[in-house]
T-cell receptor, first 110, second 114 residues
């Protein structure tokens, strides 16, 4: 079945460092891919999405490119801020269900 | 606020009791999903509705769990005879039918079974 494998955390970075969180997927069809973010004490928020191969999703300085050849959707940000501290979830959708990774906790220190 | 809302936000109950949670989706959305999230894990799919029809249920949803969405608006999730293993965050999300299917989540209901 469909699944998502996400880089394990926790990840601790200094402010302004470069961020990469790896995500790979297994799917039988052509899923849409998403990154969600969960701030402490809050629900999941959609961060960005990509619906087909080679699409790049971007939002708030974060980017991820849908790579069909490597079945990956890695999240990147060039310069993280303390306010980016949260748990990040990679997810895929086959139009009926969502499959989430286990989440990667990011802490950014000043 | 026109986002997804859930009630209550927290529920503490004794083992064996029944609990019911409510979710109000974004009003234009016709799909509604329930998930369970335990500490350090991603959300696990439980069930989803398209309008008032319950279209799919996970095998995680034992016969102690039941969900309804009367009239295709709000939804309720009931857990009967709660067990300590039911302690988790229960998340509700809604979306439109039609791509790219992004889901919008509520804040969740945290259930603690003592």
């Amino acid at each position: 079945g469909d699944s998502v494998t996400q880089m394990e955390g926790p990840v601790t970075l200094s402010e302004e460092a470069f961020l990469t969180i790896n995500c790979t997927y297994t799917a039988t069809g052509y899923p849409s891919l998403f990154w969600y973010v969960q701030y402490p004490g809050e629900g999941l928020q959609l961060l960005l999405k990509a619906t087909k191969a080679d699409d790049k999703g971007s939002n708030k300085g974060f980017e991820a490119t849908y790579r069909k050849e490597t079945t990956s959707f890695h999240l990147e940000k060039g310069s993280v801020q303390v306010s980016d501290s949260a748990v990040y979830f990679c997810a895929l959708s086959d139009s009926n269900q969502f499959y989430f990774g286990t989440g990667t906790s990011l802490t950014v220190i000043p | 606020d026109t986002g997804v809302s859930q009630d209550p936000r927290h529920k503490i109950t004794k083992r064996g009791q029944n609990v019911t949670f409510r979710c109000d989706p974004i009003s234009e959305h016709n799909r509604l999903y329930w998930y369970r999230q335990t500490l350090g894990q991603g959300p696990e799919f439980l069930t989803y509705f398209q309008n008032e029809a319950q279209l799919e249920k996970s095998r995680l949803l034992s016969d102690r769990f039941s969900a309804e969405r009367p009239k295709g608006s709000f939804s309720t999730l009931e857990i009967q005879r709660t067990e300590q293993g039911d302690s988790a965050m229960y998340l509700c999300a809604s979306s439109f039918i039609g791509g790219p299917y992004e889901q919008y989540f509520g804040p969740g209901t945290r259930l603690t079974v003592t």
